[in-house]
């Protein structure tokens, strides 16, 4: 079993949650709020990443937690296509961070906000 603080969570609107370790995703973070989640996962992972992903619409809401510390509010952009290699697979997942001004007006109604404790974003 996955311990929960060592993995980047993806979640859909709906509940549906997708557990990667750590140590398989890289950051990379760009201009207007763009981030690239790049899995380099082991084979027997890709599947089950891509049909989460591919199960989301562009610009549909999507929260991703870092080891625990707090939902990031993001919109969904697109899926890279899978790199196949003999050891991994690898895929990217592009996302664009919601405004201040959208993630305060979520607090207003309810949704849980992003609690930065060092998750290297900022």
């Known amino acids: 079993m996955v311990n929960r603080e060592d993995c980047v969570i993806f979640k859909q609107e709906y ?27 082991p084979k027997e992972q890709i599947n089950d990443i891509e049909t989460f992903f591919k199960g989301f619409k562009i610009s549909e809401p999507i929260l991703i937690d870092i080891a625990c510390t707090g939902n990031i509010h993001c919109y969904f952009k697109g899926i890279s296509p899978i790199i196949e ?20 007006e979520e607090q207003e109604i ?8 060092g998750c290297g974003l900022h």
């Open 15 to 41: 509940g549906n949650e997708l557990l990667v370790e750590q140590s398989y995703v890289k950051i990379r973070s760009k201009e207007d709020g763009i981030m690239s989640f790049n899995l380099r996962v």
């Open 110 to 117: 309810g949704v849980a906000s992003h609690e930065c404790v």
């Open 85 to 104: 290699k003999p050891d991994y697979s690898f895929i990217s997942a592009t996302v664009q961070e919601l405004k201040q001004e959208v993630v305060d």
